[in-house]
């Protein structure tokens, strides 16, 4: 993966409240990540199932149609998982970083 | 459920682009929906399998989390899901009505 990614990567780290970035493939396979010391796998395989159950909804609500953008927020987190057909971006910050 | 919540569901069918409403408990049965000619059940059992994947993942993540909102963007439509222990709500809107 270019390094263009990096470029990307080291700016997106940098936005305020940024805690974790992880890009993995369609498939679910981590490709690159700013975790450490922790089970990536765990994220991905989580991340994937949930990706999965977002595009079968968008079906179910109409066929022709595919998912973009999932954006969910908790009481501590805000997480963005972006998907295209070959990798999902997933961001999670936390918004209360002024 | 009181009048106050057909108010509210009147005010939000209002708003430009609004196509559902769904209101469901936290188990997943339908209380209230704009939903016609179309099968409720469908729509609630994919989102409350939606709605426990995502509060599974924010758990993953930490534990002590709780998902509040879910906001997905595909390409035709925009959809909300607001959670909270007893109730479950769905808006799904076309965010291109101007």
Redesign the interface.
Known sequence: MSSDVDEYLKAITQCKGVDKIIIMSGDGFPIKTTVVNEDIT??TY??W??AK??Q???K???I??????????????E?LMALDNQYVMII?QNPKVE
Request: proline fraction near 0%; charge should be positive.
């Open positions: 765990q994220y989580t991340f199932h949930l159950k977002v079968q909804l968008v179910t609500i109409d022709n149609d595919d998912v973009r953008l999932v954006r969910f927020r908790s009481k501590k987190n997480t999670i």
